[in-house]
T-cell receptor
Framework: DAGVIQSPRHEVTEMGQEVTLRCKPI?????LFWYRQTMMRGLELLIY????????DSGMPEDRFSAKMPNASFSTLKIQPSEPRDSAVYFC?????????????FGPGTRLTVL | GENVEQHPSTLSVQEGDSAVIKCTYS??????FPWYKQELGKRPQLIID?????GEKKDQRIAVTLNKTAKHFSLHITETQPEDSAVYFC????????????FGSGTRLLVRP
């Protein structure tokens, strides 16, 4: 199993540009989570999907952030327009929820720097 | 909603000593409590977890205890080694239809050789 796959691993962009982060969950997992990690705020849940449906997006900081999951094997997190304060590591995680083995497995993360 | 507090924020121990990290949670309905280890520049990785029907779980040098009455759970690492140095996160998951984890703020563990 390849685990959760994220791309790109690093992204450097200028303020105002659109950024798209991508995630491929572990095959067979039905829940997908997007987290943001910073020194100041720790590990924050932004949004999560169950069976491709967004369940809770209360962690999405503002309208500049949007996420989609068009199918069971792909999700995107988009920031438009990006701002320097969006600089962080963004993790995607997946799990097989609804069973007794709902452990979340994290991807390697995308380190985003907005100049 | 659930709230998880973690202490201490930093912990320094001598190699071979034990380390204990404690977490408290607010939602008595929470029933799943994983612990993640995150090395510098890496992803959080699950090291051990416990469910509410169990009071203690052990895996080699790592153990987790759960006190449902007091709503707290702890991570115990014995015979610490320099490679145990990392940030450790506790988390709690509710029993409702939400599968999200609420994470503690993390503990930076330093094991001095």
């Amino acid at each position: 199993d390849a685990g959760v796959i994220q791309s790109p691993r690093h992204e450097v962009t200028e303020m105002g540009q659109e950024v798209t982060l991508r995630c491929k969950p572990i095959s067979g997992h039905n829940s997908l989570f997007w987290y943001r990690q910073t020194m100041m705020r720790g590990l924050e849940l932004l949004i999560y999907f169950n069976n491709n449906v967004p369940i809770d997006d209360s962690g999405m900081p503002e309208d500049r952030f949007s996420a989609k999951m068009p199918n069971a094997s792909f999700s995107t997190l988009k920031i438009q327009p990006s701002e320097p304060r969006d600089s962080a590591v963004y993790f995607c995680a997946s799990s097989h929820s609804g069973t007794n083995t709902d452990t979340q497995y994290f991807g390697p993360g995308t380190r985003l720097t907005v100049l | 909603g659930e709230n998880v507090e973690q202490h201490p924020s930093t912990l320094s121990v001598q190699e071979g000593d034990s380390a204990v990290i404690k977490c408290t949670y607010s939602d008595s309905a929470s029933n799943y409590f994983p612990w993640y280890k995150q090395e510098l520049g890496k992803r959080p990785q699950l090291i051990i977890d416990i469910r509410s029907n169990v009071g203690e779980k052990k895996d080699q040098r790592i153990a987790v205890t759960l006190n449902k009455t007091a709503k707290h759970f702890s991570l115990h690492i014995t015979e610490t080694q320099p490679e145990d140095s990392a940030v450790y996160f506790c988390a709690a998951q509710g029993r409702d239809s939400s599968y999200k984890l609420i994470f503690g703020s993390g503990t930076r563990l330093l094991v001095r050789p």
